[in-house]
């Protein structure tokens, strides 16, 4: 079981940046793959970057690539999204999440344990 709380989101000014944390519970949180999500009102939930077990690998969606990287540390039990350069339509509720399929994963429906979420909110 891994228990997830986000944190670090908040109001910025477009073209600012935010940093976001994830704390999962766990001795064994290399053991899974994270991954970012986001969901905007009236929007599906839709996938943001992912990372492995071991932080060697990487996955990012095409809107954020090159503004957005995620990090881990698995000796902190902490996955981390830096965003710069944030544009308006980045605002979202972030949720961070894992799975126990290997690699990096995009797909939402793969991902077993959720966070609560935290707003980032982009204003112009």
């Known amino acids: 079981q891994v228990q997830l709380v986000e944190s670090g989101g908040g109001l910025v000014q477009a073209g600012g940046s935010l940093r976001l944390s994830c704390a999962a519970s766990g001795r064994t949180f290399s053991n899974y793959p994270m991954g970012w999500f986001r969901q905007a009102p009236g929007k599906d939930r839709e996938f943001v970057a992912a990372?492995?077990?071991?932080?060697?690998?990487?996955s990012y969606a095409d809107s954020v690539k090159g503004r957005f990287t995620i990090s881990r540390d698995n000796a902190k039990n902490t996955v981390s999204l830096q965003m710069n350069s944030l544009k308006s339509e980045d605002a979202a509720v972030y949720y961070c999440a894992a799975t126990v399929r290997g690699g990096v994963i995009s797909t939402a429906l793969t991902y077993m344990y959720w966070g609560q979420g935290t707003q980032v909110t982009v204003s112009s």
């Open positions: 990372i492995s077990g071991s932080g060697g690998l990487t």
